[in-house]
């Protein structure tokens, strides 16, 4: 049962971590706080699920509600550099339209099932016939995470990219430079929100089926929870890009599965998610102070023991 439950944490993270870069990218690279996240994310779900129930082949779905994603990003990026109002309450103006737009998008329906073939339906059939699903997903996981981390390191890698992170790391110093800080910060909410609109577009085909109005609740969570699981266990020193990008992937991937064991512990319900997340959070945000505490014991010690000599 727990190897089950195993295979299913890594299988989900590995779906939601296209979400967590598309947050790092955001809560990192550009310093911005963005909540635009809880309504582009049921966006790419909706979007795709719509699009594949009106005929349309499930991979160009999955691209226009990539190119949605990046659109909310631009109207986020508007509100915050072009009328100045501050980058929390644009992501939060972003996000409540949204919530219409995509209760519009899917026909007044809080929920709409995918009837036609999905992404899922299509790769799975590469595969054996008796692979467990769990399997095939992490696989196909691992592809498109490898892909994803190759194509934005080559890209931050451009003087476009360099200059999208120099804006992020010291606006001042960029605009000194002769960067547009304004079009770097919008350009780097579209990327993050296109990214986001995909992972709402997978979770929908691989692992809800669906598409639900409310299923963007919470997701900014996830997302930071993972970032910060990823950069306290493995991001102790200056490491590179694609380092970094791999370690957040993997911070989703266990995050997802503490999650999936959580919940199998006798007397947890699905209701108690929400808990069980601040938990895990504060217990990892707690890490890196009780590490430096360590440290400064250890110090104090050896100077004990020096004085002593």
Known sequence: MNLLTIQSGIAQGILWAVLTVGVYLTYRILDVADLTVEGTFPLGAAVTVMLINAGMNPFLATFIAVLCGAVAGL?????????????????????????????????????????????????????????????????????????????????????????????????????ALGINTDWMIILGLMISNALIALSGSLIAQFDYGSALVNMGQGTIVIGLASVIIGEVIFIHKER???????????????????????????????????????????????????????????KRLRAKEDSHA
């Not at 929920?111 to 992490?138: C, D, Y």
């Not at 890490?287 to 505490?293: A, C, F, K, N, W």
Request: overall charge positive.
């Open 75 to 175: 109207c986020t990026g508007v509100l915050h550099t072009v009328f100045k109002i501050p980058a929390i309450l644009s992501g939060i103006l972003t996000m409540i339209a949204l919530y219409s737009v995509n209760i519009r998008i899917m026909d007044d329906k809080a929920t709409v099932a995918i009837a036609g073939n999905s992404v899922k339906h299509i790769i799975l059939k590469l595969f054996p016939a008796n692979m467990n699903p769990n399997i095939a997903t992490i696989i196909v996981g691992v592809i498109v995470s490898a892909v994803l981390i190759a194509l934005l390191y080559l890209f931050f890698g451009t003087e476009l990219g360099c200059a999208i992170r120099a804006t992020g790391s010291n606006m001042k110093m960029a605009r």
């Open 240 to 298: 590179s890009f694609a380092f970094k990008l791999t370690a957040v992937i993997i911070g989703a991937i266990i995050y997802r599965t503490i999650i999936a064991l959580a919940l199998t512990i006798k007397g947890f319900k699905a209701t108690d998610l929400k808990l069980i997340t601040a938990v895990i959070v504060a217990l990892f945000l707690a890490v890196p102070y009780l590490r430096e505490q360590r440290k400064t014991s250890f």
